[in-house]
């Protein structure tokens, strides 16, 4: 089980290459929200897995793909055409394709990656969050999940959010099966490694 009682898998493997990133274009109030984004850059270099992301050169989204080009790992961004000016798409990385729709968009990002990891973000990134987890449920894809949980003043970022699921489920809205390939905690690195050692299973 995770840190918030929702189902994780443990179990090591060796599937995952490639982690798609969802975060926020903005950089957010706490200076916390892009040091998260600079180690789980440095957490994916160190397990050797490529990077997707969402396109941009900005807020958490440049923060990220930043580090990850200084350390030299494979970067693809995917970016609506809409939205290259808009986010300044990322001029540095090793392959951008631009897009013409968001739903576009994350169908992309969904087939470059084998892993999803979360870190703070706004509506967004929520959108792709639950988009993401929708998939696992009607299974059009098997992938695991992280959300990156940081700690805020009087809780955590995604206390809200983990409460809602906590309350769906129990409410007979989410099935089990639908939280197996999820986990929630509050270390990037953590996180990373246990994507990285997803075997298949859950």
Known sequence: MSQT?????????GRVRSVCVFCGARAGADPGYAEAARRAAR??????????????NV????????????????????????????????????????VETMHE?????AAESDAVLVLPGG??????????????????????????DLPVAGGSFYQGLLGFMRSA?????????????FRAGESVEALVEGLAAWDGEA
């Open 169 to 181: 489920q129990e409410g007979g809205f989410i099935l089990p099966a639908t939280l197996s390939l």
């Open 59 to 98: 807020g958490l989204m440049g923060v990220l793909a930043d580090e990850a080009v200084r350390l030299g790992v494979h970067v693809t961004g995917v970016i609506p055409r809409s939205m290259v000016d808009v986010e300044l798409a990322h001029t540095g990385i090793e392959r951008l394709l631009v």
């Open 105 to 109: 968009r994350k169908a992309v990002m």
């Open 43 to 56: 957490a994916i270099a160190g397990h050797g897995l490529r990077l997707v992301y969402g396109g941009g």
């Open 123 to 148: 509506v967004g990134t929520l959108d792709e969050l639950f988009e993401a987890m929708t998939w696992n449920q009607l299974h059009l894809q098997r992938k695991p999940i992280a959300l990156v």
């Open 5 to 13: 009682g929702i189902q994780s898998d443990g179990r090591r493997g």
